[in-house]
């Protein structure tokens, strides 16, 4: 089993920058990830990052403004918002998997709040 539990959101105006951090704890990661549920719609990838090459992936909405990084040797996954736009408003939820396809683990999501 993996448990991951994010931390860091908050209310930011537009323009403003904001870390979310993931903690994960358990057995051995494919790779981690950040998604993004804004209000009344479905749950989105905004980022990802093999855990031990460290390769990345973004959503063509964040590229340029979000970076998402890890510390493997504490188990930490982090996520930099920076630019922040209202419509960047939603849940943010950490996920974990073990293997190539399926996000096998998912935190409870930190809420991040970007006023115009």
């Known amino acids: 089993q993996v448990a991951v539990a994010e931390a860091g959101g908050g209310l930011v105006q537009a323009g403003d920058s904001l870390r979310l951090t993931c903690a994960a704890s358990g057995r051995a990661l494919a790779s981690m990830g950040w998604f993004h549920q804004a209000p009344g719609k479905e749950r989105e990838f905004v980022a990802s990052?093999?855990?031990?090459?460290?390769?990345?992936e973004y959503a063509d909405s964040v590229k340029g403004r979000f970076t998402v990084s890890r510390d493997h040797t504490k188990y930490r996954l982090y996520l930099q918002m920076n630019s922040l736009k209202p419509e960047d408003t939603g849940v943010y939820f950490c996920a974990a998997r073990t293997g190539d396809t399926v996000w096998n683990y998912w935190g409870q999501g930190t809420q991040v709040t970007v006023s115009s």
């Open positions: 990052i093999a855990w031990l090459t460290g390769s990345t």
